[in-house]
């Protein structure tokens, strides 16, 4: 009976024995696991994408620019179909896209159609989106791409920059949102006018200053530019002291009517 007792005590103190090496693997493992997600998500979240939509080529100079200061992959955002002029007969065909949109923005049909996109907002941590304005509002093509897309930028950093001739950008900003209701959006919005295009350069370095985008993105260089006054001449060659007022001009290589 003894016997049987001290063998029935061993089986038990080897399961216990067991148990408790079975529970230590589980935990080394799933620490290595936890591991393998955090190394995941920290690599992604110090990346940049700026996504952009350029009709007039403005946003194309604004992203260039952009670019030349910090690191980041870019995404084009492009119409499905080409060669549409959105600004014949005083803008009636962009107008028409954007009340399709105003009409019903819940609804997928309401958008137009743009070119597939197979870049991965997984890769990421921070966005910043390009736009034009068009009639106060995020131009629509650019509204496809939020629209399909703008979910997937939940938590993420999302920065705003606007380019518009002469209007307020307000509305570009509540379309945003609307899109990308769960971003996490810098201080503060970019908005480079027709008047203060030339210089974007320095007014995209102060606009990172004032986001802390340094801090914001974990990435800790941007570089820095140098910014070089516009030259301006008028028809005859004759350099010019200040922008005129009225007239036609040259400035930094481009004529200008006012």
Same mark, same amino acid.
């Given at each position: 009976?003894k016997t049987l007792i001290d063998k029935s005590m061993k089986r038990t103190f080897l399961n216990r024995v067991l148990l408790t090496v079975m529970s230590l693997l589980a935990v080394v493992?799933?620490?290595? &696991?936890?591991?393998?997600?955090?190394?995941?998500?920290?690599?992604?979240? =110090?990346?940049?994408?700026?996504?952009?939509?350029?009709?007039?080529?403005?946003?194309? !100079?604004?992203? +260039?620019?952009?670019?030349?200061?910090?690191?980041? =992959?870019?995404? &084009?955002?492009?119409?499905?179909?080409?060669?549409?002029?959105? &600004?014949?007969? #005083?803008?009636?065909?962009? /107008?028409?896209?954007?009340?399709?949109?105003?009409?019903?923005? #819940?609804?997928?049909?309401?958008?137009?159609?743009?070119?597939?996109? #197979?870049?991965?907002?997984? =890769?990421?941590?921070?966005?910043?989106?390009?736009?034009?304005?068009?009639?106060?509002?995020?131009?629509? +093509?650019?509204?496809?791409?939020?629209?399909?897309?703008?979910?997937?930028?939940?938590?993420? +950093?999302?920065?705003?920059?606007?380019?518009?001739?002469?209007?307020?950008?307000?509305?570009?900003?509540? *379309?945003?949102?609307?899109?990308?209701? *769960? $971003?996490?959006?810098?201080? !503060?919005?970019?908005?480079?006018?027709?008047?203060?295009?030339?210089?974007?350069?320095?007014?995209?370095?102060?606009?990172?200053?004032?986001?802390?985008?340094? /801090?914001?993105?974990?990435?800790?260089?941007?570089?820095?530019?140098?910014?070089?006054?516009?030259?301006?001449? *008028?028809?005859?060659?004759?350099?010019?002291?200040? &922008?005129?007022?009225?007239?036609?001009?040259?400035?930094? $290589?481009?004529?200008?009517?006012?």
């Open positions: 009976m493992c799933s620490g290595d &696991e936890a591991g393998k997600v955090n190394a995941q998500t920290t690599g992604s979240s =110090d990346k940049t994408l700026v996504v952009y939509y350029s009709y007039t080529n403005n946003c194309r !100079e604004i992203v +260039n620019t952009l670019t030349s200061q910090i690191q980041a =992959d870019v995404l &084009e955002i492009q119409p499905a179909e080409k060669g549409l002029k959105y &600004e014949a007969d #005083n803008y009636a065909l962009g /107008t028409q896209l954007l009340n399709a949109i105003q009409a019903a923005p #819940n609804d997928a049909s309401s958008y137009p159609a743009i070119d597939p996109v #197979n870049t991965s907002l997984s =890769d990421y941590g921070t966005i910043i989106i390009v736009t034009p304005l068009w009639w106060s509002q995020m131009a629509a +093509n650019m509204q496809t791409y939020l629209y399909n897309y703008g979910s997937q930028m939940a938590g993420k +950093n999302v920065g705003l920059i606007v380019s518009s001739a002469s209007s307020g950008i307000s509305q570009v900003v509540a *379309d945003c949102k609307r899109l990308v209701p *769960d $971003g996490k959006y810098f201080s !503060e919005n970019l908005w480079i006018n027709h008047s203060n295009h030339s210089n974007r350069a320095s007014l995209i370095q102060n606009w990172l200053t004032a986001v802390n985008y340094n /801090t914001v993105t974990g990435i800790s260089e941007t570089r820095a530019v140098e910014t070089v006054p516009a030259r301006i001449y *008028d028809l005859s060659g004759r350099l010019l002291a200040q &922008e005129p007022q009225k007239g036609i001009y040259i400035k930094n $290589g481009k004529k200008i009517v006012r």
